[in-house]
């Protein structure tokens, strides 16, 4: 079965501090691997995608995530965070087979304080 | 480019009551999905349609739910009768095709927040 693990349910960071937001994936395929974005009140985005490509993929707003199929994992990582990066962040896994549609984890509320 | 349509934005009904949501997916899409977000949990999708076709309804609860997309472009989501578990976002996502052959990003709806007392 295919399944994302999101390691912690909240992640609080200062402004101008490292982001790291945890994702282990479980895939009997080689999967496509996500992270989305879901502000209050707003609609899921796309922050980047990994498809077998390049295994350190850059993302907008200066978010990247690194695939290491030996660890089955897919962390999201920003430099230095900013206030607007407060948000709810999905892991989320397409175990790619044909008209399977995505599956998500649970979530991670990243709070960024001043 | 518009983004995919979803209403009513809000919704509170009783137990027991029905309901229907509407998604109007981005021009030209194949491909039409809606998920249920529970409070404090990801997306679970309910149903995928390829064009009018139904792909995937397997987490469906079919006994109160029911969706359509008659002529391949519209959705309709319907609860009948609902249950207070029911409480929800209700999203609705679409990408230009799906299956082997690459992945097609999934664009989504700003839901709606479904309320049952």
């Known amino acids: 079965a295919q399944s994302v693990t999101q390691l912690d349910s909240h992640v609080s960071v200062s402004e101008g501090t490292p982001v790291l937001l945890r994702c282990n994936y479980s895939?009997?395929?080689?999967?496509?691997l996500f992270w989305y974005v879901q502000h209050p009140n707003k609609g899921l985005q796309l922050l980047l995608k990994y498809t077998s490509a390049a295994t350190l993929v850059k993302g907008i707003n200066g978010f990247e995530a690194e695939f290491k199929k030996s660890e089955t994992s897919f962390h999201l990582t920003k430099p230095s965070a900013h206030m607007s990066d407060a948000a709810e962040y999905f892991c989320?896994?397409?175990?790619?087979?044909?008209?399977?549609?995505?599956?998500f984890g649970k979530g991670t509320t990243l709070s960024v304080s001043s | 480019e518009a983004g995919v349509a979803q209403s009513p934005r809000y919704k509170i009904i009783e137990k027991r009551q029905s309901v229907a949501f509407w998604c109007n997916p981005i021009?030209?899409?194949?491909?039409l999905y809606w998920y249920q977000q529970i409070l404090g949990q990801g997306p679970k999708l309910l149903i995928q349609f390829q064009n009018n076709g139904v792909v995937d309804d397997s987490q469906l609860p079919k006994d109160r739910f029911s969706a359509e997309r008659l002529k391949g472009v519209d959705s309709t989501l319907k609860i009948q009768p609902a249950k207070l578990e029911d409480s929800a976002v209700y999203l609705c996502?679409?990408?230009?095709?799906?299956?082997?052959?690459?992945?097609?990003?999934?664009?989504f709806g700003p839901g709606t927040r479904l309320t049952v007392l």
């Open positions: 989320v896994v397409n175990p790619n087979q044909a008209g399977t549609a995505l599956i």
């Open positions: 996502a679409s990408s230009s095709r799906s299956g082997t052959g690459g992945y097609n990003e999934q664009f």
């Open positions: 021009s030209g899409h194949a491909t």
């Open positions: 895939s009997s395929y080689s999967p496509s």
